[in-house]
């Protein structure tokens, strides 16, 4: 079968279905050669142009208010007593910057039931004079119905104080009803930071300080504060962090970006242009994003800090604590646990040396438990030789062991160019639109610049997507057999539900045997065979030696709770309009940054939410068609046409050649089904047996970016008969994903540094 050579394997050397032959010269053939150069050129000076217009668009945007060097870092633990007449509420705090402009409560209102009327006011404290009796600065009326329930509120607004740094204030908060309706209340936190004790009726609580947040300097556009951002990034970051460093790497992105037309006429080359710009995508991400702010981050680099630390796995281990001294210590220096914003470090001169001060003498050693311990080690050990190359500096280990996702992010990239070659074999345009798509990812930019072997997972699933259109293509692929199942395993050994890898690598081998009639048992048992060898090679190995080491492994949560019901899961996460889905769908996976606490804009979310359900609808309206053209295909044959009869010609399928559209389509819908019902029925495992709901979120079906960016390309070849070219709809999802991607660094710039 040597025609069936051609596989994953051999891919990137075989000559490119676009590169035409070299035309002698004077042929007709090269002048066409020649526009279409400079038709690229064109394209990629556009780009270039678009991509510059676009930052310039973000950094106009309203610069608004920034917080200051250093703020209260209080974490909302609890409320306040609720609030009531001639109860005054007092929180005091020192501005420690100038321009002092506007101030920021946290207000709790039982969803939206309390009934009641606040006046709120700002006060300078006089020496010797009782909190809330100062000058007045600012005063506004609020009714209870119009503030935010457990979000920042924006409460008072005035003029920029200039001379504030170092001056107390007093933010008096005071119930104005007759008390009759509910009673809002305030949340609050144990002070730290700048924060001081609260005032409840006259009654100092040393041991909590509100959520009040000042904020300084507002500024027409975002522009005007980029200098402060980028020095505070600096502050704490690698030495891809400094602001000459970060904007050359900004600068860097746009370019290969405009660089992608250029790039189409080879495969190699657009290989490493997607490669390369996926490492500096990487690096500005992990620049961006602070250290141990990135998803879950603390609990994958404890685990790379025992492997190297220890030299031993941490899933054995009697932890004396879940984390090292070191590791908890910087987590409470760099205040990462604070809420939003106050969850930042000391940004004034000096700050970062007094924060590593902190924690330099504390050990590294002792941790190895927390959530990370159960996984296995394969994504964790290449972190080790970087977390040992950066010495005594936990904030260098940390900026080290990113690189590690930041390579594997890499290797994502160059699967997304074979896929590409797979799903749009006509269209090199479409293939490196696609490619750029999925490596501007937001949250797969997120995910492949942090500590997390969520990284893993998603270069899993972008490999289980290509294996399975490799298998399609062909009836018999034993080596591709063999892959399919190292895939499986290989992702499992990332997190559980990988699982959902083998729905596109199953679907492809049985459509594959389909395609190309193949009824020898001995093939199909034996390439069943070979799938379950690659699985126990990889997972099945793993689990036998995690066993023999005693090691904890990813289990099923014991029954922890009663009464659960199918029911109330499926009213909770499709119950209540739209909001549980948008969530999910709309927010965490397509750019919700930082442990689940910066989402994108609610405009931007609904857009996306909208696309999600149109893509959704037309994937079902082509399955209906789909089946009916079977189903009639059936009852042809059953009637003794000949096959085809009244369709049109049919094309023989060739192994290893182009994949019919349909099929293409049927790829990446059950992709995108596979990884949503793992999802939901993981959610009602952990739901059965907690009683809990915050398993589920969106960033989990990364793995599955490559079906929802190339489904509506797909749809477009299949039904748009020629009038929605699908490079043109690639080209557009293209240019959405990288206005993302742009904008969601500009929110986690904002959040963290701003």
Not at 65 to 81: E, F, Y
Not at 182 to 187: D, E, H, K
Not at 487 to 512: E, N, S, T
Not at 682 to 698: C, F, I, K, M, R
Request: negative net charge.
């Amino acid at each position: 079968m040597a025609h069936e050579r051609s596989d994953v394997a051999t891919d990137l050397g075989a000559p490119d279905r676009t590169t035409p032959r070299v035309p002698a010269p004077g042929d007709p053939a090269e002048q066409a050669v020649a526009t279409s150069g400079r038709r690229r050129r064109t394209a990629a000076v556009a780009i270039l142009v678009a991509f510059v217009a676009l930052v310039v668009a973000l950094l106009a945007l309203p610069g608004g208010k920034v917080v200051g060097d250093t703020t209260t870092n209080i974490t909302t633990t609890t409320v306040l007593p609720e609030l009531e007449p001639g109860e005054p509420l007092v929180q005091p705090f020192v501005a420690t910057e100038d321009r002092l402009a506007a101030v920021y409560v946290t207000f709790g209102t039982y969803f939206g039931s309390a009934q009641c009327d606040l006046e709120i006011s700002l006060h300078e404290r006089e020496p010797g004079a009782e909190p809330g009796t100062g000058p007045q600065v600012a005063e506004r009326d609020w009714a209870c119905s119009d503030l935010a329930d457990s979000g920042r509120l924006q409460v008072l607004e005035f003029a920029p104080l200039e001379d504030s740094q170092g001056e107390t204030f007093d933010l008096v908060v005071e119930r104005v009803d007759d008390g009759a309706g509910q009673g809002a209340v305030v949340w609050a936190g144990a002070p730290d930071g700048e924060a001081l004790p609260v005032i409840v009726d006259g009654v100092e609580d040393e041991t909590l300080s509100a959520a009040v947040r000042p904020e300084y300097d507002p500024q027409p556009h975002q522009w005007d504060h980029i200098g402060r951002t980028l020095e505070r990034l600096a502050a704490y970051g690698p030495a891809w962090g400094s602001a000459g460093v970060f904007a050359g790497l900004v600068v860097l992105l746009g370019a290969l970006v405009s660089l992608g037309p250029l790039a189409l006429r080879s495969t190699r080359t657009l290989v490493v242009l997607v490669a390369l710009l996926a490492v500096v995508r990487g690096l500005i991400w992990s620049a961006a994003v602070p250290a141990l702010e990135g998803m879950d981050e603390p609990a994958h680099f404890a685990y790379v800090q025992h492997l190297a630390e220890e030299g031993e796995f941490p899933g054995h281990v009697e932890n004396r604590e879940i984390f090292s001294e070191r590791l908890h210590g910087t987590i409470e220096a760099l205040n990462v646990e604070s809420t939003t914003p106050g969850d930042r470090p000391d940004y004034s001169p000096g700050g970062e040396e007094r924060t590593l001060e902190e924690v330099e003498d504390l050990s590294p050693t002792g941790g190895g438990g927390g959530p990370g311990s159960m996984y296995a080690p394969f994504y964790y050990l290449p972190g080790v030789p970087l977390y040992e190359a950066g010495g005594d500096d936990i904030l260098s280990q940390i900026a080290l062991v990113r690189l590690w996702s930041v390579l594997l992010g890499a290797a994502a990239a160059v699967l997304l160019v074979l896929i590409g070659r797979r799903l749009f074999p006509a269209s090199g345009a479409a293939q490196g639109a696609f490619a750029v798509a999925g490596v501007m990812q937001p949250m797969v930019a997120h995910q492949f610049a942090i500590v997390n072997n969520d990284g893993w997972v998603v270069t899993a699933g972008f490999a289980a997507l290509l294996v399975g259109l490799e298998l399609a293509a062909r009836g018999r692929a034993p080596r591709l057999a063999l892959l399919a199942g190292v895939v499986i395993g290989a992702a499992l050994l990332g997190k559980p539900f990988a699982i959902a890898c083998a729905v596109p690598l199953g679907v492809g081998w049985l459509v594959g045997k389909v395609r190309f009639r193949e009824r020898s048992l001995r093939v199909l048992a034996g390439e069943a065979g070979l799938v379950v060898l690659g699985f126990l090679l990889t997972y099945g190995l793993w689990t036998l030696n995690a066993a023999r080491l005693e090691l904890n492994t990813s289990e099923v949560p014991e029954q922890r709770a009663t009464g659960q019901t199918v029911r109330d899961f499926l009213l909770t996460n499709f119950g209540g309009g739209q909001q549980a889905l948008r969530t999910v769908w709309a927010n965490q996976l397509w750019g919700n940054f930082g442990w689940v606490r910066i989402p994108l804009p609610t405009a931007v979310q609904s857009v996306i939410f909208w696309g999600l359900v149109l893509l959704a609808l037309g994937l079902a309206a082509w399955a209906v068609v789909a089946l009916v053209t079977l189903l009639r295909g059936w009852r042809a044959r059953a009637a003794g046409a000949r096959p085809g009869a009244g369709d049109g010609p049919r094309t023989a399928a060739v192994p290893g050649g182009p994949l019919p559209v349909d099929v293409r389509l049927l790829m990446v819908t059950v992709t995108i089904v596979g990884i949503v019902a793992t999802l939901y029925a993981a959610a009602w495992v952990y739901y059965a047996s907690t009683g809990q709901h915050d398993l589920l979120q969106g960033r989990y079906a990364l793995l599955a970016v490559p079906a929802f960016l190339a489904a509506p390309a797909l749809l477009a070849e299949r039904f748009g008969r020629g009038r929605l070219p699908a490079p043109a709809v690639m080209i557009a999802i293209a240019a959405g994903m990288v206005g993302l991607n742009l904008l969601g660094l500009l929110l986690v710039l904002e959040a963290f540094y701003g």
